[in-house]
């Protein structure tokens, strides 16, 4: 099997762009398409690239990779930071997005985003989603999505999401879980930032421990493009 793709850009801005172009290169033409996002900081930069492109997004569904368990006006929302920047400015239709009811009691958050993708994809029983284009962040301690080290969530394969109490950041959150993050088409990855070095190293270049590396979920065969600035890469 051959490795992961590695595009190392000078900055974050310019991996952003590149992220971008990429995205809606593999999202361009379909009659549907699903897209799945992550949150964090890292994002800001391409949902605002994405939403400045002269783009068709009336085919295009958008889900959460993950979501924390706040309101949807709150400044830790996923859901916030792409409605402000990508969902909004580019007019995504209300009948597109999926969001995660971040305000719900967590178990219920997760059941309803469960029966929402499974409605969404028209799910038999024990059907995973395939999502054409699912974007990944990565953590400075090697998490991904909302599965931290340590989680036995990484041996799972056969749900959608859960809900899932973070320890390190004191908080409930929703999560896609790994038999999804396979199952993805294409597996778009982006990291910014010196903080994120030594995790990178041990992602890409470690032996496989999804325990202790939980990124290292489908992010090192062909499926996975990674959108790196130097500064992240500069330990590969
Ligand atoms: C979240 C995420 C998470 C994120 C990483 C990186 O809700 O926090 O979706 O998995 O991708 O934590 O976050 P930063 O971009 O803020 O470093």
Redesign the pocket.
């Known amino acids: 099997m051959s490795g992961p793709d590695l595009r190392i850009s000078a900055t974050p801005e310019e991996a952003a762009r590149e992220c971008s172009s990429y995205i809606l290169s593999l999202l361009a033409g379909k009659q549907h398409a699903t897209f799945a996002i992550?949150?964090?900081?890292?994002?800001k930069l391409l949902f605002t690239d994405l939403a400045k492109a002269e783009f068709d997004w009336s085919k295009v569904h958008i889900f959460w990779?993950?979501e924390?368990c706040v309101p949807p006006d709150s400044k830790d929302s996923?859901y916030r930071l792409a409605d402000e920047t990508l969902l909004g400015p580019a007019k995504i239709p209300a009948s597109n997005i999926h969001r995660i009811y971040g305000e719900l009691p967590p178990p219920e958050a997760a059941a309803r985003y469960v029966a929402d993708i499974r409605a969404a994809f028209a799910l038999k029983n024990g059907e995973l989603p395939v999502f054409d284009v699912l974007h990944?962040?990565?953590?400075g301690d090697a998490?991904?999505?909302?599965l931290f080290p340590g989680t036995p969530l990484v041996h799972d394969r056969t749900g959608i999401a859960t809900n899932v109490w973070v320890e390190k950041m004191k908080m409930d959150r929703i999560t896609l879980l790994p038999g999804v993050l396979l199952a993805a088409q294409h597996t778009v990855l982006q990291v910014a930032g010196a903080e994120k070095a030594e995790a990178l190293h041990n992602v890409l270049r470690e032996p496989e421990d999804f325990e202790k590396y939980p990124c290292q979920i489908a992010s090192r065969d062909e499926r996975a493009v990674w959108f790196l600035d130097q500064a992240a890469a500069a330990k590969l």
């Not at 992550?38 to 994002?43: A, D, I, N």
């Not at 998490?143 to 909302?146: E, F, P």
């Open positions: 992550s949150g964090g900081s890292t994002p990779v993950d924390r996923n990944r962040g990565m953590g998490h991904t999505a909302s």
